[in-house]
């Protein structure tokens, strides 16, 4: 070994290696390699690769925690892997090109996003069979169900909308106009604040689910990086309500936001175009996916300071995590 | 002679460079302004707020101001270490060196308690600046400013004896220049301690094995991974036998009596 760490390192990184079989784990879907890494979250190292679909983006796990869900943009299809066995059990018909989606507190309903044909698809996870579909903006990527379950907003990419899509009847309710490019929505845990963010706009836009007008625009500036370069896609917010985490895209940097005030607090540097993020499932640690690097960095939201950064495939899109 | 006679040298050599150093404060702050320079300047024109590539003992990106950081505390030890030991010309021609060499005590043993004063007075300059530049937003671990200190002393120790071989073989105060010109410069430039050595391969791979068989280049090595709490071994034997082999080779040619000898008399 050519750079030994110190023996206490070694010691007790060797004592939770081996008193954690079962330990907590991400999983990082590759958008090139169409691969899933499988993170061990306690050594901090990739212990398996999946083979998946073609062009793995979006992920989000049912709300057991047994089964994931691939949105494979290239295989035109959302795959159902089961986790005991890492094998995909099915193909859910989502639409074609799917890129984000999101899982209805009911457990049963996935909110999917079909980028080339401005649709959103509902499709009922056991039944395997589509509910509804929805004509929305142009380009629909962000996508996300309120927590009480009542509203599933959606972002168009072109159209610079918000769609709000009401649950019950499938319809198209409401538009929020937003800046250039909207690419991802994240609901604040009480359902009562949506935040969402601009990629060409720079910006993050704050918007009260009950008016649904915005309440806030952040604006993001980092001494010595053009600001074209600042672009925020993933958002991440604490239960706590203490801080948001914004992906700053080729800005290689993610936002802290204080979620009260919207003050930014501190930038903290990551890989190479940072998209998507996830907290660890003990909410210590925070996850980004940096697409040109390859790899993934680790926040300590604690101390928001980024301690490590793994190396996945190629372009890692979206992370889970779990127990 | 006993042990307590050798610790009465030791102490004694100890105090008196230390005296030297609280004299003179205008040196003490050249030795820490010289790196701030750099961290603030240098670092800030280089413009890498993108972060620079992770190389170990890196776990993740970094920006360039964290990178050059261990360079620039090994900076402050390659000046004092030059400074001091060619200081050793001026003690020369002065008369002080031969009070000092009247003392019973082995050449040796004075000549190593004079590289370790140097040493410890390094120390308090290479904490001051880490101190500062925790303030400009380098931070390594707590932990890791106490992992360096034995990393540092043998840095010290080796660049104290490159300084002391180098004075045995300078006759004149004046050629401090030279030796910043020929020795302090091409050692700093021509190491990791600006750029990572594969960014130095990037360019020319001549390039690359000058900064590879530099001395300084692994002690900067030593003194990065340390202030990581990592060890790496490879810095470390390079920069224990480089020290060792600089050391005897500074006692074995240091002839006071030559100097003075052949030195024609100042006014």
Redesign the interface.
């Known amino acids: 070994m050519?750079?030994?760490?110190?023996i206490p390192?070694l010691l007790v990184s060797a004592l939770v290696a081996a008193g954690n079989a079962q330990a907590a784990t991400a999983y990082i879907s590759n958008e090139k390699d169409d691969t899933l890494s499988v993170l061990d979250l306690d050594s901090w190292t990739v212990t398996d690769t999946i083979d998946v679909g073609e062009r793995p983006r979006g992920i989000a796990l049912s709300k057991d925690g047994s089964k994931l869900y691939i949105c494979a943009s290239d295989s035109d299809t959302v795959q159902v892997m089961d986790l005991a066995t890492r094998k995909i059990v099915a193909n859910l018909p989502s639409g074609a090109d799917p890129e984000q989606f999101s899982l209805h507190p009911d457990n049963r309903k996935l909110y999917i996003s079909n980028e080339d044909d401005a649709l959103v698809t509902v499709v009922d996870t056991q039944t395997h069979e589509v509910v509804a579909q929805i004509e929305v903006g142009v380009e629909p990527e962000g996508m996300a169900v309120s927590p009480d379950g009542r509203w599933a907003v959606n972002t168009s990419e072109t159209t610079n909308m918000l769609h709000w899509i009401d649950t019950q009847t499938h319809e198209l309710v409401d538009n929020t106009l937003v800046d250039q490019r909207p690419r991802h929505v994240e609901f604040r845990k009480d359902g009562k604040l949506l935040w969402a963010s601009a990629e060409i706009g720079g910006t993050v836009s704050v918007v009260d689910v009950e008016s649904r007008q915005i309440i806030k625009k952040l604006n993001f500036e980092?001494?010595?990086?053009h600001p074209d370069k600042i672009q925020p896609v993933g958002i991440k917010l604490t239960d706590d309500g203490k801080y948001a985490f914004v992906a700053l895209g080729p800005?290689?940097h993610v936002a802290v936001v204080d979620a009260k005030t919207y003050e930014v607090l501190d930038y903290l540097?990551?890989?190479?175009r940072v998209w998507h993020m996830e907290f660890t499932p003990d909410r210590k640690h925070l996850l980004t996916t940096n697409g040109i690097?390859g790899?993934v960095?680790?926040i300590d939201v604690d101390d928001l300071?980024?301690?490590?950064?793994i190396k996945v495939g190629r372009y890692p899109w979206g992370v889970v995590t779990t127990p | 002679m006993s042990p307590i006679h050798y610790l009465h040298a030791f102490t004694g050599v100890v105090k008196r460079e230390f005296w030297r150093f609280i004299q003179q404060r205008s040196r003490f702050l050249s030795a820490l302004v010289r790196p701030l320079l750099w961290l603030v300047v240098f670092a800030a024109g280089f413009r890498a707020a993108l972060g620079v590539a992770i190389i170990p003992p890196y776990e993740t990106y970094i920006t360039y101001e964290t990178y050059i950081a261990p360079g620039l505390c090994c900076m402050i030890l390659l000046f004092n270490g030059m400074q001091s030991s060619l200081s050793m010309v001026y003690d020369r021609e002065m008369g002080s060196m031969k009070v000092l060499l009247m003392s019973p005590m082995p050449r040796s043993w004075l000549l190593i308690s004079k590289l370790m004063a140097i040493a410890l007075i390094s120390l308090l300059q290479v904490y001051a600046f880490l101190a500062i530049a925790w303030i400009a937003g380098v931070e390594p671990p707590l932990l890791g400013l106490i992992t360096v200190l034995p990393a540092l002393v043998l840095v010290a120790l080796l660049l104290g004896a490159i300084g002391l071989f180098l004075s045995a073989r300078i006759r004149q105060l004046e050629n401090f220049a030279g030796v910043m010109n020929f020795v302090i410069f091409p050692m700093f430039f021509l190491s990791s301690a600006l750029y990572p050595l594969w960014k130095m391969r990037e360019s020319s791979e001549w390039l690359y094995w000058i900064c590879q068989y530099n001395p300084f280049t692994h002690a900067v090595e030593l003194v990065r991974f340390a202030l990581y709490q990592q060890l790496n071994l490879e810095a470390l034997a390079i920069t224990l036998g480089c020290t060792t082999l600089f050391a005897l080779l500074a006692i074995l040619s240091f002839n006071p009596e030559r100097s003075a000898r052949t030195m024609p008399a100042r006014g």
């Open positions: 050519k750079y030994p760490k110190l390192t980092i001494k010595g990086i800005a290689n540097l990551v890989g190479r690097s790899d960095s680790v300071k980024v301690i490590r950064s």
